[in-house]
């Protein structure tokens, strides 16, 4: 069974996610509110997709979306509030293979996931 970990910031936000992605697709849900958790869990239970809130950090301050990119293949899609060129074009350049901006759009969601369950 294919499995998607959630790291976002509000327990909301999860529940939505969690939610839109129950609604489209059979698979597992990891959910975790902070970067030490996500870690720990990519490495438990190396996910098919992550999905994590630009800005979460692990540790000393160090972004988590860079980390799993640059220590993990898994294909991460980042979560953000924030709707400005520059700044996605930095979580770009973290390496992310989309994003989707607030408020969640369900349809993006599926797409970006199916897209990366098609391909697998």
Not at 9 to 33: G, S
Request: with cysteine; charged share 20%; glycine share 4%.
């Amino acid at each position: 069974m294919k499995k998607i970990l959630i790291a976002v910031k509000n327990k909301n936000d999860q529940t939505l996610l969690t939610h839109y992605i129950k609604k489209y697709f059979v698979c597992e849900t990891l959910t975790v509110t902070n970067g030490e958790d996500a870690l720990r869990l990519a490495i438990d239970y190396n996910p098919d997709v992550i999905i994590a809130e630009a800005g979460l950090k692990v540790y000393d301050e160090l972004n988590l979306i860079e980390y799993l990119n640059t220590s993990f293949s898994t294909p991460v899609i980042a979560i953000t509030g924030v709707n400005d060129n520059k700044f996605v074009n930095k979580l770009f350049s973290l390496g992310i293979i989309s994003y989707i901006a607030k408020p969640i759009n369900s349809y993006k969601l599926y797409e970006n996931i199916e897209s990366l369950f098609t391909a697998a």
